[in-house]
């Protein structure tokens, strides 16, 4: 079975503070993917990495930056966490072949900014 | 701009019940469809995945279903269970056949 782990299950930050958010996955999957899900608007694609150190914009990359340097492991960084971004943040990931994978998620990491 | 929207929103129904939640996309360009299973504070669960050359999967008591040219999936399951209670999500794929648009969900309770 495929795993995705999310280094926090609930993370609490002050407004100002770069955060980290970590997502492992054990599967040699090639694309990974951060979203985050919010009551009313649904789950948003804020960034994908198709392969290490590529990465594509989703809809709302605005105050987010990622990072992949190695295949499991791709990171969501908040440069300067804002009461806006308390979210729940889902990672996911995703095999290119064979084709049409289903993605497959962690747990979540709830992230409140105060 | 691809959209997708669930009806309904929530759902109750007794135990043993067959049911159908709707799904429906704007833009029949898709990849593929899948339906996924969310419970409470938890991450995503994936269901089924239907390719846009397929009319149906089944898994189990699920059968997903999918009209492509009118832009509608629907997720049939047989004889629900108290356990089926969960928040039920489909999202479509675009011809980049990586990111994926949600629609809102439907919130099901099987009552025993």
């Known amino acids: 079975d495929v795993k995705v782990t999310q280094s926090s299950r609930y993370l609490v930050k002050r407004t100002g503070e770069k955060v980290f958010l970590e997502c492992v996955q054990d599967?040699?999957?090639?694309?990974m993917f951060w979203y985050r899900q919010d009551p009313g608007l649904g789950l948003r694609l804020i960034y994908f990495s198709y392969d290490v150190k590529m990465k594509e914009k989703g809809d709302i990359p605005e105050g987010y930056s990622v990072s992949r340097e190695k295949k499991e492991r791709f990171s969501l960084i908040l440069e300067s966490a804002s009461t806006n971004q308390t979210s729940m943040y889902l990672c996911?990931?995703?095999?290119?072949?064979?084709?049409?994978?289903?993605?497959?998620f962690g747990d979540g990491t709830r992230l409140s900014i105060l | 701009k691809q959209e997708v929207t669930q009806i309904p929103a929530a759902l109750s129904v007794p135990e043993g019940e067959n049911l159908v939640l709707n799904c429906s996309f704007t833009d029949s360009a898709i990849y593929n469809l899948q339906w996924f299973r969310q419970d409470p504070g938890k991450g995503l669960t994936s269901l089924l995945l239907?390719?846009?050359?397929?009319r149906e999967q089944t898994s189990g008591r699920l059968n997903a279903s999918l009209d492509k040219s009118s832009g509608r999936s629907t997720l049939y399951i047989a004889a629900s269970q108290p356990g089926d209670s969960a928040t039920y999500l489909c999202?479509?794929?675009?011809?980049?056949?990586?990111?994926?648009?949600f629609g809102g969900g439907t919130r099901l309770m099987v009552k025993p």
């Open positions: 996911a990931s995703r095999t290119e072949s064979p084709p049409n994978q289903p993605q497959h």
């Open positions: 239907i390719q846009s050359s397929q």
């Open positions: 599967m040699d999957h090639e694309n």
């Open positions: 999202a479509v794929s675009g011809s980049a056949g990586n990111m994926l648009t």
